[in-house]
């Protein structure tokens, strides 16, 4: 069974950095779509990021972009979420996803169909 758990959340102050990382198993990543998404307080869940392995496209969100990147390590298992220049708009609980042979596109899709647990980050201004 597909396993996805998001950590490395906290406290930050607007201009810093954090990095979140999604521990995953029981899937092959070259076979699935792998995403980060994110839900402030009172706000609808958006897209962030979206990564397939097998043809190398990456994609983010307008609201990240330049300030975001991801990196892959298959060897680990494990999804990371590089997040620097944080504004208190980041704020958010922010989730890691997995869609089985699926590949990503722009503008980013939110129906993907394995969720892990989320991790707060909080961004003070």
């Known amino acids: 069974d597909v396993q996805l758990q998001a950590s490395g959340g906290g406290l930050v102050q607007a201009g810093g950095s954090l990095r979140l990382s999604c521990a995953a198993s029981g899937f092959i990543f070259d076979d699935y779509a792998i995403g980060w998404f994110r839900q402030a307080p009172g706000k609808e869940r958006e897209a962030v990021s979206c990564d397939h392995t097998a043809s190398g496209v990456t994609y983010f969100s307008d609201p990240v972009q330049g300030r975001f990147s991801t990196t892959v390590d298959t060897a680990r298992h494990t999804v990371y979420l590089q997040m620097n220049n944080l504004k208190p708009e980041d704020t958010a609980v922010y989730y890691c996803?997995?869609?089985?042979?699926?590949?990503?596109?722009?503008?980013?899709?939110?129906?993907?169909?394995?969720w892990g647990r989320g991790t707060l980050v909080t961004v003070s201004s």
């Open positions: 996803a997995v869609d089985k042979w699926a590949a990503c596109y722009y503008p980013l899709r939110l129906d993907f169909g394995s």
